[in-house]
């Protein structure tokens, strides 16, 4: 039996807030599976996107232990993480989180170029142009729409080629087509590079694409 790419055991995640410490998730375990499609749902607050995060040790379990691809993210530092992150993992945002000053081509080959890697550039177009965004490759995010930055962040995010794939609410700021394109380009990304996708959302027909849902309600999981 194949190892799972995710594990949680028993997480717990506990912030500081004006009023003191919030409790924001509650002895959360789980496994997902390589090459499963797991989608992360419930009402606004109820800790999906804080789940994420720890997946992707953008954010540090206060209890429990997280692990990915084996390895105990718990006790990484920053540095450590930011490494795995970069060798193993693409993240989306709702937020584009595109240099304004780069070009599209540039916002994707950046991260590749940060890795060391030699055709940084040509993955770069080879991602962009798979995202249909061939005759939009020297254009400044500010040139363009929405849509097309999304795109532009799902093509730096599946250039690397990562085992593990986050998104979160990655249709939540573009219109209805637009985000039934990025959905059909997010599974694309998956089965091209047979990565295991995990994501926020609130979409039932992204959800509904999905292996395997998994609810979550005021921190815990909605059984």
Same mark, same amino acid.
């Given at each position: 039996?194949?190892?799972?790419?995710?594990?949680?055991?028993?997480?717990?995640?506990?912030?500081?807030?004006?009023?003191?410490?919030?409790?924001?998730?509650?002895?959360?375990?789980?496994?997902?599976?390589?090459?499963?499609?797991?989608?992360?749902?419930?009402?606004?607050?109820?800790?999906?996107?804080?789940?994420?995060?720890?997946?992707?040790?953008?954010?540090?379990?206060?209890?429990?232990?997280?692990?990915?691809?084996?390895?105990?993210?718990?006790?990484?530092?920053?540095?450590?993480?930011?490494?795995?992150?970069?060798?193993?993992?693409?993240?989306?945002?709702?937020?584009?989180? $595109? %240099?304004?000053?780069?070009? @599209?081509? /540039?916002?994707? #080959?950046?991260?590749?170029?940060?890795? +060391?890697? &030699? =055709?940084?550039?040509?993955?770069?177009?080879?991602?962009?142009?798979?995202?249909?965004?061939?005759?939009?490759?020297?254009?400044?995010?500010?040139?363009?729409?929405?849509?097309?930055?999304?795109?532009?962040?799902?093509?730096?995010?599946?250039?690397?080629?990562?085992?593990?794939?986050?998104?979160?609410?990655?249709?939540?700021?573009?219109?209805?087509?637009?985000?039934?394109?990025?959905?059909?380009?997010?599974?694309?990304?998956?089965?091209?590079?047979?990565?295991? $996708? %995990?994501?926020?959302?609130? @979409?039932? /027909?992204?959800? #509904?694409?999905?292996?395997?849902?998994? +609810?979550? &309600? =005021?921190?815990?999981?909605?059984?």
């Amino acid at each position: 039996m194949t190892s799972p790419v995710l594990s949680l055991t028993d997480v717990t995640l506990t912030l500081d807030g004006n009023a003191g410490k919030v409790e924001i998730l509650h002895g959360i375990s789980l496994t997902v599976a390589a090459g499963e499609t797991v989608g992360l749902v419930g009402p606004s607050g109820s800790g999906k996107s804080s789940l994420l995060m720890l997946m992707g040790g953008l954010e540090r379990a206060t209890g429990g232990v997280v692990k990915a691809l084996g390895a105990d993210l718990t006790p990484m530092t920053e540095d450590q993480l930011a490494r795995f992150r970069r060798d193993n993992m693409g993240v989306v945002f709702q937020s584009f989180h $595109l %240099i304004p000053t780069m070009t @599209a081509l /540039e916002n994707v #080959a950046t991260p590749l170029e940060l890795a +060391g890697r &030699r =055709d940084a550039f040509g993955r770069a177009e080879e991602e962009l142009t798979a995202v249909g965004l061939a005759d939009r490759m020297h254009h400044y995010p500010g040139q363009l729409s929405g849509g097309e930055q999304q795109r532009v962040a799902l093509a730096r995010a599946a250039a690397p080629r990562p085992r593990i794939l986050l998104a979160d609410e990655p249709t939540g700021n573009l219109d209805e087509a637009n985000g039934r394109a990025i959905m059909d380009l997010l599974f694309d990304l998956r089965d091209r590079h047979g990565a295991t $996708l %995990i994501m926020v959302t609130h @979409a039932p /027909e992204l959800a #509904a694409r999905c292996d395997r849902v998994i +609810g979550l &309600r =005021d921190g815990r999981l909605d059984a």
